[in-house]
């Protein structure tokens, strides 16, 4: 089945230091999402990417979605502890079907 | 609501009994959505509802499993027979009707502990 590859699964980060995580797929998608999941909540949505090419911004973070609308990455920049949590990548599979990778486990060492 | 709530947030429940979990979406959200999240895995989705249209089960797992929605109000997620394997967080998510450019809203999800 359709499948997201979600890298690195996790990492461990200084405090100050910039984080790249991204996402990749072997299909084409038209909407890509990224979502941050802290323990024992529900994911919740960073930044919805509806273009190929695509550059958003949020605050800290910053995400693209690639011209071949197969991948996706995440920056954030000048990372600090309360950016710990699991980061999720989300695509729109069809016109309503949400499919999600495997998370990207982010520590941010003080 | 402001936000999508479930409820409970935790339950423990002794293998081979049912259990029912309760999603309230977002007011206006004609969409709801049920996935399922194993302990360090991604979401699996379980089932979508859309409106008064036939529900989206492919991702149930088994007949155990089922899932109700009256009209666009609350969802509540049935499993009978409780396996340890069940043993997971459920979260429900919600959105407006679907199009390109609509996300998804989660809720905080229920734990499920079977023992």
């Known amino acids: 089945g359709q499948q997201l590859n979600q890298s690195p699964q996790s990492m461990f980060i200084q405090e100050g230091e910039d984080v790249s995580m991204n996402c990749t797929s072997s299909s084409i998608f038209n909407t890509w999402l990224w979502y941050k999941q802290e323990p024992g909540e529900g994911p919740v949505l960073l930044i919805a990417?509806?273009?190929?090419?695509e550059l958003t911004s949020n605050g800290r973070l910053t995400a693209q979605f690639g011209i071949t609308r197969k991948d996706s990455f995440l920056n954030i920049s000048a990372s600090i502890p309360s950016d710990v949590g699991i980061y999720f990548c989300?695509?729109?599979?069809?016109?309503?079907?949400?499919?999600f990778g495997t998370g990207t486990r982010l520590k941010v060492l003080a | 609501g402001a936000g999508v709530s479930q409820s409970p947030s935790n339950k423990v429940t002794e293998k081979g009994k049912d259990v029912e979990l309760r999603c309230d979406p977002i007011s206006g959200h004609t969409a709801l959505y049920w996935y399922r999240q194993r302990l360090g895995q991604g979401l699996e989705f379980l089932i979508y509802?859309?409106?008064?249209?036939?529900?989206?089960k492919s991702g149930l797992p088994s007949d155990r499993f089922s899932a109700e929605r009256t009209g666009e109000s609350v969802s509540t997620l049935t499993i009978q027979r409780t396996q340890q394997e069940d043993s997971a967080v459920y979260l429900c998510?919600?959105?407006?009707?679907?199009?390109?450019?609509?996300?998804?809203?989660f809720g905080q999800g229920t734990r499920l502990t079977v023992v």
């Open positions: 998510a919600s959105s407006l009707t679907p199009t390109v450019n609509t996300e998804a809203f």
């Open positions: 989300g695509v729109k599979s069809g016109t309503y079907k949400y499919i």
């Open positions: 990417l509806y273009k190929a090419g």
């Open positions: 509802f859309q409106g008064n249209s036939a529900p989206d």
